[in-house]
C-alpha cells in the first residue's frame, strides 16, 4: 500500500513570505501530526490532527498553523517566514494517533534565504 | 514535565563493532516505547516495546525495555556501514483513557560506522 507522502520535497523561500506544506497519510490513518527536525534539536513536535481536529499542540508560535481534509489529507502553513524556520517538516500518520502503524513520510526540506 | 533521554549523542565505531544505544524516560501514563532508524529523510520503525524483560530481535538489532528503572537500550552486532544513521526513541503516553495519545521524543544518537 502507498506510504506518506509529502509535497513538495523541497522548498526555496525568502524571508516574509509563507509558505503551505501537505502530508497525505497512509490510507486509512485518521491522525496526522507534524514535526521539525533540525541539527541538534531533534524532532520538534508542531502538532496533530485527527479527524479534522487539532487534538494536541506543540510549543511553537501562531505563524505555524495546520488543518486537516475530511479525506485525512493534512496541510501546514508558516507565515512570515525566519531563517531559522529553515528545517526537515517531516509528518507520520497513524491509525488513531498512538504509536500502531506510526509511519513518517519522506519530509519537506524548507531553506529559507 | 515528560522527558526522553537519549545518550550517547553521537558514537564513532569501526566496522565489526558492537554498539549499545540508551533510551531514559520520565512519562507519566507510559504506554510502549518506539525505536526508528532515521538515514536520510524518513525515520523507519524498528521496535516497540511494551513489555519489561522481553527483548525484540531482528537480525543484528536487538532491543530491551526495564519499565522499573526506566530505560530501553538498542543493541547493534557486527556493525555495518549501513548501520550509519540516527536512532531515535519514542515514549507513548496517553493523557485520557482510550482517547489520546501522543508521542514523545528523545534528540536521537548520531552513529557512524567506519569501514
Known amino acids: 500500500k502507498a506510504g506518506v507522502t509529502q509535497t513538495p520535497r523541497y522548498l526555496i523561500k525568502t524571508r516574509g513570505q509563507q509558505v503551505t506544506l501537505s502530508c497525505s497519510p497512509i490510507?486509512?490513518?485518521?491522525?496526522v501530526s507534524w514535526y521539525q527536525q533540525t541539527p541538534g534539536q531533534g524532532l520538534q513536535f508542531l502538532f496533530e490532527?485527527?479527524?479534522?481536529?487539532?487534538?494536541n499542540k506543540g510549543n511553537f508560535p501562531g505563524r505555524f498553523s495546520g488543518r486537516q481534509f475530511s479525506n485525512s489529507r493534512s496541510e501546514m502553513n508558516v507565515s512570515t517566514l525566519e531563517l531559522g524556520d529553515s528545517a526537515l517538516y517531516l509528518c507520520?500518520?497513524?491509525?488513531?494517533?498512538?504509536?500502531?502503524?506510526?509511519?513518517f513520510g519522506s519530509g519537506t526540506r524548507l531553506t529559507v534565504v | 514535565e515528560d522527558k526522553v533521554v537519549q545518550s550517547p549523542l553521537s558514537l564513532v565505531v569501526h566496522e565489526g563493532d558492537t554498539v549499545t544505544l540508551n533510551c531514559s524516560y520520565e512519562v507519566t501514563n507510559f504506554r510502549s516505547l518506539l525505536w526508528y532508524k532515521q538515514e536520510k529523510k524518513a525515520p523507519t520503525f524498528l521496535f516497540m516495546l511494551?513489555?519489561s524483560g522481553i527483548e525484540k530481535k531482528s537480525g543484528r538489532l536487538s532491543s530491551i525495555l526495564d519499565k522499573k528503572e526506566l530505560f530501553s537500550i538498542l543493541n547493534i552486532t557486527a556493525t555495518q556501514t549501513g548501520d550509519s544513521a540516527i536512532y531515535l526513541c519514542a515514549v507513548e503516553r496517553e493523557y485520557q483513557a482510550g482517547n489520546n495519545r501522543k508521542l514523545i521524543w528523545g534528540l536521537g544518537t548520531s552513529l557512524a560506522v567506519n569501514p
Open positions: 511494551t513489555s
Open positions: 490510507s486509512g490513518h485518521r491522525s
Open positions: 490532527y485527527f479527524s479534522e481536529t487539532q487534538r
Open positions: 507520520a500518520s497513524s491509525w488513531r494517533g498512538g504509536s500502531y502503524g506510526y509511519t
